[in-house]
């Protein structure tokens, strides 16, 4: 989470307001897309620790999906 947020320029305080179509929806996105499609982390946990729900989760991740797509970018980019 520390490594996405720092990527995006946002601080891990934040991810718990809403966004849209911000730097802040580049962190959520990426951390639910990553964290239950690449770290295999359940949706429940991650909506826990960003306190939204599992629906919001998957859509989050669907978000991050597209985002790496389009950017190309990997989690290998922001891993420290």
């Known amino acids: 989470i520390e490594c996405v947020c720092d990527y995006c320029g946002v601080d891990v305080v934040e991810l718990a307001k809403k966004s849209r179509d911000n ?10 897309y990553w ?11 991650i909506g826990e620790r960003l306190n939204i729900t599992q629906p919001g989760v ?3 991740a669907r978000w991050g999906r ?5 950017e190309g970018v990997e989690i290998d980019d922001v891993s420290r």
Do not use: F, H, P, Q
């Open 66 to 70: 597209d985002y790496c797509n389009e």
């Open 58 to 60: 998957s859509y989050w």
């Open 35 to 45: 964290g239950s499609e690449t770290l295999g982390n359940a949706m429940r946990v």
């Open 23 to 32: 730097d802040l929806s580049t962190a959520k996105g990426l951390i639910c």
